[in-house]
Antibody, heavy 128, light 107 residues
């Protein structure tokens, strides 16, 4: 079964740090871009960060750039999100998500990406 | 960033009803549009990718269409297990962005 499982969430004070982990199974982890997506009642679903299959490229939402770091260990099928300088507005459920390419657009050559599967999520609460 | 706007935000329907949800992008995204279903307490799951392609295992009562900026998701005959929140997502460019969700409730 293809699955990803997150861990590491918890309660942290503003300005604090937290490390989220995700372990993948059931697929060749090293072949896929991986993402972190968070969800809050107010903001809905928000993409946070992505990392290339090899780990040599990373992308971040403006809201977390400079504070969060995504990384992966393909030998251990694991994905990590290090979160520093946490803010109240970072409070959310954080999902680890695999990104797959369905196929490529004939005209543009761009990939039709899809997010599947999602982990069950890990809750991060930033509060004093 | 590309803004995704869904309508309605919520709707009430009965089992057996035909339901349509729309999603509008703030700029042209061709067919780079996915739909997800999220049930309470669960993670989102992929329903539709590339605007109209049904993900493996998703019932055929789900269908979707659209291109450019306007998209729709239709459930032909609502089943009890379909009461959930539905999200659209564009993957045309980074950052990928989601609609605010449409909650389908039991009438």
């Amino acid at each position: 079964e293809v699955q990803v499982v997150e861990s590491g969430g918890g309660l942290v004070k503003p300005g604090g740090s937290l490390r989220l982990s995700c372990v993948a199974s059931g697929f060749t982890f090293s072949r896929y871009v991986m993402n972190w997506v968070r969800q809050t009642p107010g903001m809905g679903l928000e993409w946070v960060s992505s990392i290339s299959a090899s780990g040599d490229q990373t992308w971040y939402a403006e809201s977390v750039k400079g504070r969060f770091t995504i990384s992966r260990d393909n030998a251990k099928n694991s994905l990590t999100l290090r979160m520093n300088s946490l803010r109240v507005e970072d409070t959310a459920v954080y999902y680890c998500v695999r990104e797959t390419v369905a196929y490529y657009d004939v005209l543009s050559g761009l990939p039709y990406n899809r997010f599947d599967p999602w982990g069950q999520g890990t809750r991060v609460t930033v509060s004093s | 960033d590309i803004q995704m706007t869904q309508s309605p935000s919520s709707l009430s329907a009965s089992v057996g009803d035909r339901v349509t949800i729309t999603c509008r992008a703030s700029e042209i995204i061709n067919k780079f549009l996915n739909w997800y279903q999220q049930k309470p307490g669960e993670a989102p799951t992929l329903l539709i990718y590339a605007a109209s392609s049904l993900q493996n295992g998703v019932p055929s009562r789900f269908s979707a269409s659209g291109s450019g900026t306007d998209f729709s998701l239709t459930i032909s005959s609502l089943q009890p297990e379909d009461f959930a929140t539905y999200y659209c997502q564009q993957t045309y460019n980074t950052p990928p962005t989601f609609g605010q969700g449409t909650k389908v409730e039991i009438k």
